[in-house]
Each structure stands twice: as C-alpha cells, then as structure tokens.
C-alpha cells in the first residue's frame, strides 16, 4: 500500500510540473505514465498472476528531458515494475534507472551515449507506455518481459533518418555496448532467476519508410556474449523482421525473430489487428506463438498465446483496457513445466487495466 501511495505523489507531482515546464518552453521537459492492472489466472500462475488475482501488477516511469542546446539533450527516466508473484523480478528495487543519455543532432545523423533504449522491433522503445500498447504488454513471446531480454544498452546508438512524409524513406540505427539481464529457469520443480552480464553487444535496424501513410517494414539483428556463470553462456546471435501498418480505422502488426545460443535455439512470432470502431473504442485481437530446440529435442511448439480485448480512450493520454489471453506451453510459473517431461500447461489469465501518461 506505501508503495501505490508513492508512486501517486510522485506521479500527481510530475503531471503538475509538466504543464508548468511545457507553459515556460524553457530547456527542461518532464513525461511520464503510469499503466496500473488487475489480473487473475485459472488453470497455474503465469506471468506472475496467481489463480487467487493480483492488483500488485504496475508500470510506471518519469521522464526529464533537459535541452543543453538546439542540438544537444540529456535524458533521464527513472521507472517502477512489479509483476506479482513473478521470482525474476521479485527482487527488483522499488525505483530504477531506466535512460540516463546525452544525445546530440548532426543534420539527419543522430548519436546517443549512456544507458539508451535499444532499436528492436515495433516496441521496445515504448514497452511499457499503455496509452499506445494495445493490450497490457507488449506480445510476450517476441519481446518478453524480465528474463532473456534487455530494454537498454550501456554504450552508444547511432541513427540516421531521411524521408518519409508521403516518400520513401529510412530510418536506421546501429548500438554497441553490454547489459545486465535475468535467465530464468526450473529446478526441482520451482522457477529459478540466474543473474547474468551480456557484453560486446552489436547491432541494429532499419525501417523502410513508405509512401503509403502508416506502414513501414523494418529488419534488424545482433550478436553478443553472455559471460559464464549464467544459465545459457556463450554468443548469442539475433535477427528479426517487422511490418507496421496504422491506419486510421485499422491496425495491423506482425514481427519474427530468431534467436540462436550454443544450446537452444528460439523462434517467436506473432500477428495483431485492431479495428477502431470509433475514435475511442477499439477492439484487438493478437496471436503469439514461440518455438524451441533443444537438442536432443527438435523444433517443438514452447508457447502460444491467443489474445482478443477491448480498449475505450477516455482521452489520449487516459485509457481502459480489458483483455483475456489463453496460454498453452512452458512459461507458467506454477505448475512448472519440464521441458521434454511434462506435456504443455494451458492456463486462462484476464488483465484489467488503466493507463494514463503525460
């Protein structure tokens, strides 16, 4: 309960500063959001949602954004996650440091240094602002959400844009650097969290802007080191396509990604289509599948997630959400499924949800 009331006030203070700051058009900007649900599983506890229900399930961050010059600006978020009962997140402090980079603009090249959001795929940049998701998170198997994944890089993005506006165009951005991550496993028949430093990271993506308004069509890879000590050590190595349709009654999104690591490799892909049936109410639908080998196993179905919900925007910046999902595979957290032992687990979870962000 102290927590909610923290993250309130410092929530409530930041929504006050900013219209200040936007009023004064001076050097410092301030956003942030909050993306707040209820959810409940049957069937196991997945995701960290228990059968019994959990309100214990949040985003939220503040973004400062201070302009050195026309060119130059340093950003920093700072941000809160709980995901229920989840053990590889359980341990996570109450505040972290998400971005913390100085960015500069040479003309249509652009570079950043520090902690940066990492160029993959439709949503990482923006994986946890509900206001703009259409369900709770993004599609879990592709970009997943605690373990084998990291939103940022410690190191150095550079970009480069051209085009777009009705012509072709491209957007193209390259890292390098290391993160921290959390591999997650089973032993004993009980999820485990295995700490673990990724370093000499590279990569990148380019999206190929259209002429047709709202679609673009992006490919991106990567290769970096998981040291030992970790569940799965060794040079991992990435590659992924995507294509982003925004209309204005329809959205359609799919993306595919293969990962390869010395001792399993994982296929994920999914599809999504929203139908906006007025500017405020917007139905979706979304299926997300992933796929494992694991030798002596050969390519086997890990995990599917079929989702429909249904959105209503209050406002832009306000919105309620309802969303329920059917899961069969291996990512439950109780029962715990082994893999090449114990057949596909098949659990329902429902997520009520509000977001809001300014």
Same mark, same amino acid.
């Given at each position: 309960?102290?927590?909610?009331?923290?993250?309130?006030?410092?929530?409530?203070?930041?929504?006050?500063?900013?219209?200040l700051a936007a009023q004064d058009a001076g050097p410092l900007s301030i956003h942030g959001y909050l993306n707040q649900a209820y959810a409940t599983a049957s069937g196991g506890?997945?995701?960290?949602?228990?059968?019994?229900?959990?309100?214990?399930?949040?985003?939220?961050?503040?973004?400062?954004?201070?302009?050195?010059?026309?060119?130059?600006?340093?950003?920093?978020?700072?941000?809160?996650?709980?995901?229920?009962?989840?053990?590889?997140?359980?341990?996570?402090?109450?505040?972290?440091?998400?971005?913390?980079?100085?960015?500069?603009?040479?003309?249509?090249?652009?570079?950043?240094?520090?902690?940066?959001?990492?160029?993959?795929?439709?949503? @990482?940049?923006?994986?946890?602002?509900?206001?703009?998701?259409?369900?709770?998170?993004?599609?879990? @198997?592709?970009?997943?959400?605690?373990?084998?994944?990291?939103?940022?890089?410690?190191?150095?993005?550079?970009?480069?844009?051209?085009?777009? @506006?009705?012509?072709?165009?491209?957007?193209?951005?390259?890292?390098?650097?290391?993160?921290?991550?959390?591999?997650?496993?089973?032993?004993?028949?009980?999820?485990?969290?295995?700490?673990?430093?990724?370093?000499?990271?590279?990569?990148?993506?380019?999206?190929?802007?259209?002429?047709?308004?709202?679609?673009?069509?992006?490919?991106?890879?990567?290769?970096?080191?998981?040291?030992?000590?970790?569940?799965?050590?060794?040079?991992?190595?990435?590659?992924?396509?995507?294509?982003?349709?925004?209309?204005?009654?329809?959205?359609?999104?799919?993306?595919?990604?293969?990962?390869?690591?010395?001792?399993?490799?994982?296929?994920?892909?999914?599809?999504?289509?929203?139908?906006?049936?007025?500017?405020? /109410?917007?139905?979706?639908?979304?299926?997300?599948?992933?796929?494992?080998?694991?030798?002596?196993?050969?390519?086997?179905?890990? @995990?599917?997630?079929?989702?429909?919900?249904?959105?209503?925007?209050?406002?832009?910046?306000?919105?309620?959400?309802?969303?329920?999902?059917?899961?069969?595979?291996?990512?439950?957290?109780?029962?715990?499924?082994?893999?090449?032992?114990?057949?596909?687990?098949?659990?329902?979870?429902?997520?009520?949800? /509000?977001?809001?962000?300014?």
């Open positions: 309960m102290k927590r909610m009331f923290f993250w309130a006030a410092a929530f409530a203070s930041g929504a006050a500063l900013a219209p506890d997945i995701l960290g949602i228990p059968e019994h229900g959990t309100t214990d399930y949040r985003t939220a961050a503040l973004l400062f954004r201070y302009a050195l010059s026309g060119s130059d600006n340093l950003t920093v978020e700072i941000s809160h996650r709980r995901l229920g009962d989840d053990i590889v997140t359980s341990g996570e402090p109450e505040l972290r440091l998400d971005w913390a980079f100085y960015g500069h603009q040479f003309g249509d090249f652009n570079v950043r240094v520090g902690r940066i959001p990492i160029p993959s795929g439709i949503y @990482n940049e923006v994986r946890n602002v509900g206001t703009v998701l259409p369900f709770y998170r993004a599609p879990f @198997n592709f970009y997943l959400e605690g373990a084998f994944t990291s939103e940022v890089v410690d190191g150095v993005v550079g970009g480069y844009q051209t085009g777009g @506006n009705g012509s072709w165009g491209v957007d193209a951005s390259a890292f390098y650097g290391g993160w921290s991550m959390v591999q997650r496993a089973t032993s004993g028949g009980v999820v485990i969290a295995s700490p673990s430093r990724v370093e000499n990271g590279t990569g990148g993506q380019a999206w190929l802007l259209t002429p047709i308004d709202g679609l673009r069509v992006g490919a991106g890879a990567s290769r970096y080191t998981v040291l030992n000590g970790s569940v799965l050590p060794g040079v991992w190595k990435e590659w992924h396509g995507s294509v982003d349709g925004s209309f204005t009654r329809l959205t359609v999104r799919g993306e595919y990604r293969k990962i390869s690591t010395p001792q399993i490799t994982y296929w994920t892909y999914y599809g999504y289509a929203g139908l906006h049936l007025t500017p405020k /109410l917007s139905l979706h639908t979304q299926l997300d599948y992933a796929d494992l080998a694991a030798p002596p196993l050969t390519r086997f179905s890990y @995990n599917d997630d079929q989702a429909v919900g249904v959105s209503y925007a209050f406002r832009s910046n306000l919105v309620v959400k309802a969303e329920g999902h059917t899961s069969t595979g291996y990512w439950t957290d109780n029962p715990v499924r082994e893999i090449g032992i114990d057949p596909p687990a098949k659990v329902k979870y429902l997520i009520l949800s /509000l977001a809001t962000s300014f």
